[in-house]
Each structure stands twice: as structure tokens, then as C-alpha cells.
């Protein structure tokens, strides 16, 4: 968040900010971005399989594949988040969280930073998901997703980072090597 | 753009729409996204350099290493504005575009699409920039891009995505190949 901005509108999990820029005239013109809590990103493995979802975004009306994600809560620990979004999202727990970075998703009109998660050691407990999420569950071998996200079937953004980062972490490592938290 | 959806604040590039979303037991919420025009993001090739930018980012109040980026008006044609922003940014222009696919950066909450581009056959042509744009041009090398967008040094979402697909793209074809446009 830059504190040379104010709020112009206050949402469920994010605000929109406005700051004023001078223009070579002397006139001003008032632009936006989005104040975002930040955001966990998923790479859950399930023996070869990545679990992916099918999630309705209300932004483009359209169903689309993606990594299981969520909207941090603005004093939220980020692996509470992370454990909680999978839980919610896919009903897995994971034993191991490890980080495959820091990203952000628009800094251009957006400070929302995206912390990538290598899920693993899964097993079901699901926890309520948001009442007005539509997902379905939709495993994919972890090839066929980089094929995806190089070739551009994969659409969405922090979904074809994750699986880039996540394949080459375990080209490099085996899952339950070093770096992991839970 | 969804239509069950009205303004609630208008940008000089984008706007804010919100939208109701009825809770179960009936009272409403309003969520809100960005109406984004889309984007072009631009891989420029000069030599074995890409051209990369330093620019400082107002939301995150931090200068960032980037690929080449700007958001499209309403009704420009994608490649005039992916010539356009490349001349205004980095002062070149290019022979051809090669289209690297359409990504949605941040579908959550915009329905911002990221077109992206190899620039190619660069000559000096500059255009005025953006008066409130503070930008360094800073080529570095493809590889050691490729290397800094897998082990997390590279930051910024497009800009991963743009240098890994580039290098798969340059892996299987000559820069001068098939699918150009201009």
C-alpha cells in the first residue's frame, strides 16, 4: 500500500485507492489501484497429479482451469491461509508447505503480492467453502500442466507460475526435501 | 466485461465495477472488480538481450524490473498498441510480433487480458512516453532471465511468463519463423 492514497471504495477483501498525478499543464488526474490483502497460490500434489480446479470468475463470466488460490485475511499468517484456502478449496490438508516465491499479480493497478506453495503429504479434511465459490475438482498429471502452461492452454496467470516453479523444484528435489514448513 | 455489473468508479485506463452477491440468509454483499481494457506485454529481442525496464510501480511504491508492458485503449487494434507501447517504452520499434498467447493476470478481481508478444527486427524509432512514466532501459541476457524467473528473483507475473515462454518459443523455432505479424 502506497500512503500517498486514499480509500474511494471498501470491499469484502480488498480496497480500491486513488492518488492524485499531475499532468505537464498543471491539471490533475486521479488514478486507482487495488489495496490487496495478498493472495496464497497452491500447487497441491496427489501422487503425479496436480489438483487443479474449475472455478466460475464472475470478472470474464467464464469457467476456467486454475491452481487452488485465496484472498489472505489483512492480519492473516500466510501459512494459516495456506492451509486453510487448500482445506477449503480442494477439502486436503497438506503436512508440508514450501515456498516457491513471492509474485506480483498486476503491479501496474494492484499491490497484491501472490505467495507460491508447493503442497504436499495430502490427506481429506475439508473445511466449509465460501457460500458463493462453484469449483470442481479437476486432478491433472504434472506434465501435461507444464505442456499447458508453455503452450498456452493454460490461461491463468498464477497458475502457469506455479506449475513452472513446482516442475522445476522437483526436477530439482525430491517433495519432502529441505525448506518446508507446515 | 459482465453485464450484471455497474461502475462505480471510472479511471483514465480502467474502471471499478461492482456487483451483488446474495449471502444465504439473504442479505447482500457487494464485490467489486476491475473492467480492465487489456494489456500487451512485450519480450524484445535485441541481439541475445532482452529488453528489460526498471519502472517504478505507485502501488507498491517500488522500482521493479519488468518486460515492457501498457495497457490497450478501448478500441485499439492489439498490435498497433503492442508497436506503440514498445516505441514509447523502449524506443524501439519492432519488425514483428510473434504472439505468445493470452493470459488473464489476476481473474479474481479483473478481467484484465495480457497479450504477449516476441518483438523482433528492432530499430531505433522513439515515441514520447506517458509523462508520469519513470522508466530505465536495462537488456540483460535470455538465459540468465529464464534462471532469474524460475528461482524467484524475477518478481512481476507478466514478466515471468513472457521470459519462459520466449525461451520455449526460441528453443523449437528461429526468431525470424512462422506466425509473425506486423
Known amino acids: ?25 498543471g491539471t490533475v488526474l486521479e488514478k486507482g489501484y487495488v489495496d490487496h490483502p495478498g493472495a496464497v497460490v497452491l500447487v497441491p500434489l496427489l501422487g503425479d497429479d496436480v489438483v487443479m480446479l474449475r472455478q466460475y ?19 492473516e499468517n500466510w501459512l ?22 513471492h509474485v506480483w499479480s498486476a503491479p501496474g493497478y494492484s499491490d497484491e503480492v501472490m505467495a507460491i506453495y508447493l503442497a504436499t503429504g495430502l490427506s481429506r479434511d475439508p473445511l466449509k467453502a465460501d457460500f458463493d465459490e462453484i469449483i470442481e475438482l479437476q486432478p491433472h498429471p504434472l506434465p501435461e500442466l507444464v505442456e499447458m502452461a508453455t503452450d ?4 491463468d496467470g498464477k497458475s502457469i507460475i506455479g506449475i513452472l516453479r513446482a516442475a522445476d523444484f ?9 525448506d518446508s514448513a507446515s
Chains 1, 2 share one sequence.
Open 152 to 155: 498456452g492452454r493454460l490461461r
Open 1 to 25: 500500500m502506497n500512503r500517498e492514497s486514499r480509500i474511494q471504495w471498501k470491499g469484502p477483501s480488498w480496497d480500491l485507492r486513488v492518488y492524485p498525478v499531475t499532468r505537464p499543464d
Open 80 to 101: 494459516v491461509c495456506a492451509q486453510r484456502e487448500l482445506r477449503e478449496e480442494t477439502g486436503y490438508r497438506a503436512s508440508s508447505f514450501i515456498s516457491l516465491g
Open 57 to 75: 470468475r464472475f470478472s470474464i463470466d467464464e469457467t476456467i482451469l486454475e491452481l487452488p488460490a485465496g484472498t489472505r485475511e489483512r492480519e
Open 170 to 178: 522437483l526436477r530439482h528435489h525430491s517433495p519432502s526435501a529441505s
